[in-house]
């Protein structure tokens, strides 16, 4: 009994330090580097951008303008896949007469280096220096949006901003409080919220945030939990709104598609000043 008793300590402890040390596996899931499709499959124009970050990273990145826009979008995407996996989302931000630059983080995509917590921090700031200074837009006619983990990188990039500029509207899709307490509760057996070296702090962001924010959650997210974006939205100062759709973590945003496009719609026009769609 001993023996067998020691050996299944070893097991978990072998389990724990491989949970630690393989953790940036577990958060970034780039999975390919190709891109399985363009915005032209869909129809849509569009026109693929480099942006430089300040520690010399080279990033990919689509800049995919509406026709005569009543704003812009700066998305960034979840914790798996690349640009290209995002199609649906750009159709859906283009019928709300959006431009969209959508970019892949370090790592991700055509993009070099690694992923990192800084990294996206500094990905973050390249796509808003690029709408800022190459398309010289103004702060009050971007939106930036975030989708899982996007949402933190987003909240983030929102929290900088309020030193220097205020975009139009917050939108985060899907959020997490925080890595740790998201990694506890995924991985109730273990330590997780002492092991890992991720913060993504989001509850921690928006607190600090100086503009409207929209937070989206689907009541049957079977990841993020909703119970996690109703903190969120908790946290967030006035003025805030929180929209409920259905459907799972990956495509509650297609499940839910009049829901979700009518509440970001209202949103837009509403609270965040954008024009009406025409």
């Known amino acids: 009994m ?78 798996a896949g690349n640009i290209s996996h995002r199609l649906a989302s750009i159709e859906h931000f283009h019928r709300l007469g959006l431009s969209v630059l959508i970019v892949d983080y370090r790592g991700y995509g055509k993009s070099e280096g690694r992923p990192s917590e800084s990294g996206t921090a500094l990905d973050a700031r390249a796509a808003w220096r690029w709408l800022r200074e190459t398309r010289g837009i103004e702060p009050g006619k971007i939106v930036i949006f975030g989708r899982s983990l996007g949402a933190a990188v987003a909240a983030e990039l929102a929290r900088e901003l309020k030193r220097e500029a205020r975009p139009a509207a917050l939108i985060l899709e899907s959020p997490f409080t925080s890595v740790p307490g998201l990694a506890q509760r995924l991985y109730p057996f273990l330590p997780a919220r002492w092991l890992t070296c991720f913060e993504y702090d989001v509850i921690a962001y928006v607190k600090e945030i100086e503009t409207q924010v929209l937070v989206i959650h689907s009541r049957d997210d079977d990841i993020i939990s909703f119970a996690e974006g109703e ?41 965040a000043g954008l024009p009406r769609l025409r």
């Open 2 to 79: 001993l023996r067998v008793l020691l050996w299944l300590l070893l097991g978990y402890a072998m389990l724990v330090v491989a949970a630690c040390a393989f953790q940036d596996r577990l958060l970034y899931l780039p999975q390919t580097r190709e891109h399985v499709a363009t915005p032209a499959d869909i129809g849509l124009t569009w026109e693929s951008v480099k942006l430089r970050t300040d520690n010399e990273v080279t990033l990919d990145a689509w800049w995919v303008p509406a026709e005569a826009p009543r704003g812009n979008l700066l998305f960034f995407h979840g914790n």
């Open 231 to 271: 903190a969120v939205h908790a946290a967030a100062p006035e003025p805030k709104r929180i929209l409920v759709i259905g459907g799972s973590h990956n495509t509650g945003f297609l499940e839910s598609e009049s829901i979700y496009l009518e509440g970001i719609d209202a949103f837009l026009s509403e609270w």
